[in-house]
């Protein structure tokens, strides 16, 4: 497939008009051509205009039609071959089995919202029938839950395919019904083109409106005019606090404010309980080498500090994590841009009062980053706010405590997290029992003998949390659950059976799961 440098505005590929932007090679830190054209105010009208003609159409797709839309994305994401993935690599720095796997990811979790859309539970439907003799007499009420409208997208930067043009958020939002307005990434838009193209061309085999997929290219004026335009309903977004913070300001201006789902900023912290550190202390502290590393710590999951009790297995810990660690290479970022701030705050950590550095990586050259690990002691990190904030990249700071009453302080001093980790072993019962309370509170996603990297995607998966690590504690942007961000439920009282949805019509004809005056009905086999 050629890469032109276009936007997709419907079924019309488009050259923008209104400047020009290039990608990087962060390796070389050079542009790549084609330059692609940037929307003008009437391009992102257009696209607009597109999405709310297709919604009350799309929205209303059989279940079996809109899964087979979602499958056939996938299938033509695969179709395009190499070619996506030399694009991907040239533009972020990332090495082709880190890219395979994320297009493998990407694919699979269209066909895990298929599979949502093919079961019906997602539309939550449900009939209390008709009580005439009752005193007061009851009414015939049905509900259903709906599409939202129109959902601006933002592709993430550290994710080109997994969380971009055709990532979770695209998925989920088309899953539900809604129409999708993707603002590409500017570091990928080669591999935004590719996707985008792809996604144009499925709407077009599975014969839908065309206004169900745009992807516009520009800058901040373009993001922030798609989420103040009135026809856009919700907004998914993953990218930085100072970022998602912005975007919830013009949503909660507009006249009618808009749900802005933001994944924004999260530090992961790993409890390292004494039995773990006894029994496989050498072992935790590669596997926590591998992970802070991983992807040039270009993870939001990435983990970001650690505590431990003091001890001769912490001490044992600290020099097995450092020796790890400073055998690590340096690896390039996704952007200079990125690169830059990651240094910069790598400068702020290490020029902290009461901060030890631990370790470094290989030396960086380049757009390079290089791992750091330092350590401070529990008091000091709690008088310090600079040490909770997240420096995107492959630096992370051990925690000693003195006590177990430390680790709850800790907790509790936390801002909110996506993850946990307890490294922990039946010995530490007490102590991680003590903790969970307070996680449960602070993160998303809690995780026993493991490393936060890595975001399985599935029906039971969360991948959000508390404040300031998404805007919305109550929702996900991983997994099956993802679709309700761009749900809302309808109640319908009385309505003549011959206008009654499908969904909650007699008889059941889509088959779905209901809860029929409060009893569950299952699908017919």
Known sequence: MHIAGEMVIG?????????????????????????????????LEKACSLAAAAFDTYRETGLEQRAQFLEKIADNIV?????????????????????????GRTVNQLRLFAKVVRDGVFLNATVD???????????DIRMRKIAIGPVAVFGASNFPLAFSVAGGDTASALAAGCPVIVKAHP??????ELVGKAVQKAVADCGLPEGVFSMLIGGIETGSNLVAHPVIKAVGFTGSR????ALMRIAAARKEPIPVYAEMSSINPVFLLPGALKEKGAQVAQGFADSLTMGAGQFCTNPGLLIGLESAELDAFTTAAAAAVQAKPSTTMLTPGIHKAYESGVEKLSALEGVTLLAQGAPAAGCQARPHLYSV????????????????????VLIRAK???????????????????????????????????????KVGRILFNGFPTGVEVSHAMVHGGPFPSTSDSRTTSVGATAIDRFLRPVSYQDVPSYLLPQAIADNNPLNVPRIVNGELQAKKA
């Open 129 to 139: 029938s008709a009580l005439p003799e009752r005193t007061p007499p009851r009414s």
């Open 187 to 192: 570091a990928h838009l080669g591999t935004s």
């Open 242 to 245: 100072f970022g998602g913070l």
């Open 377 to 396: 002691d529990v008091d000091t990190f709690l008088s310090t706010a600079a040490l909770e904030a997240e420096n995107f990249g492959p630096s992370s």
């Open 11 to 43: 079924q019309s590929a488009v050259m923008g008009r209104e400047g020009q932007m290039k990608a990087i090679d962060p390796s070389r830190n050079v542009e790549i051509d084609p330059p692609f054209g940037m929307a003008s105010a009437a391009d």
């Open 403 to 441: 006590t177990a009453e430390d680790l709850k302080r800790f907790a509790e001093h936390l801002e909110g997290q996506l993850t946990a980790t307890v490294q922990a072993t039946a010995d530490d019962r007490d102590i991680a029992g003590s903790l969970l309370p307070t996680l449960e509170r």
């Open 79 to 103: 179709a395009i071959g190499p070619q996506l993935i030399e694009r991907a690599m040239q533009e972020s720095g990332l090495p082709q089995a880190r890219l395979e796997g994320e297009r």
